[in-house]
């Protein structure tokens, strides 16, 4: 019922920028909580971030903590994810998603609804 489309990935060389967008269409999306999920190949599916309803909070993974950046756009029915200082271990394909009204704990099994991921790939 809810639908949420990833953009932004690409290839960074070591050290770059790259800022990816959740757009979610439809009138209720200010009251979604929206999160950031990665994946790597092998591995499973870990939590990046979160950002609530109304912008005001927000929470990182310690792997992203102090060179990333989520916020949102209300108006726009986006969510971006900037990440600076991007290292190899970041490659994956990157989620968005929601748990509903509030941000919970960065866990696959608290998140409902996903979309279909964006690939980011760091290498020189």
């Known amino acids: 019922q809810v639908q949420l489309v990833e953009s932004g990935g690409g290839l960074v060389e070591p050290g770059g920028s790259l800022r990816l967008s959740c757009k979610v269409p439809?009138?209720?999306?200010?009251?979604?909580?929206i999160g950031w999920f990665r994946q790597a190949p092998g591995k499973e599916r870990e939590g990046v971030s979160c950002i609530s309803s109304s912008g005001g909070n927000s929470d990182y993974a310690d792997s992203v903590k102090g060179r990333s950046t989520i916020s949102r756009d209300n108006a726009k029915n986006t969510v971006y994810l900037q990440i600076n200082n991007l290292k190899p271990e970041d490659t994956a394909v990157y989620y968005c998603a929601t748990p509903g009204v509030s941000c919970v704990t960065l866990r696959v099994a608290n998140y409902d609804y996903w979309g279909q991921g964006t690939q980011v790939t760091v290498s020189s």
């Open positions: 439809g009138s209720r999306f200010n009251y979604y909580a």
